[in-house]
């Protein structure tokens, strides 16, 4: 599943990072699944994108 995290509203996208980020917190490290820890870093990538432009428009 390759989502196009940008076009997601910032309510949504960040529920859907808490909800990945919780699933891998509540999950034993011998059963994560690649696709679901891949998932979360291209999560934190476009968290990180996101918090770049905010932070470059409040200068």
């Keep these: 599943m390759d989502e196009d995290f940008s076009a997601m509203s910032d309510p949504d996208f960040l529920a859907e990072r808490r909800r990945v980020r919780e699933q891998l ?22 968290f990180l994108r996101r918090a770049s432009l905010a932070w470059s428009q409040a200068r």
Excluded: I, K, V
Aim: glycine share 0%; net charge negative; charged share 35%.
């Design 25 to 46: 917190e509540h999950t034993p490290q011998h059963e994560l699944s690649p696709e679901l820890a891949a998932r979360y870093q291209r999560l934190d990538e476009e």
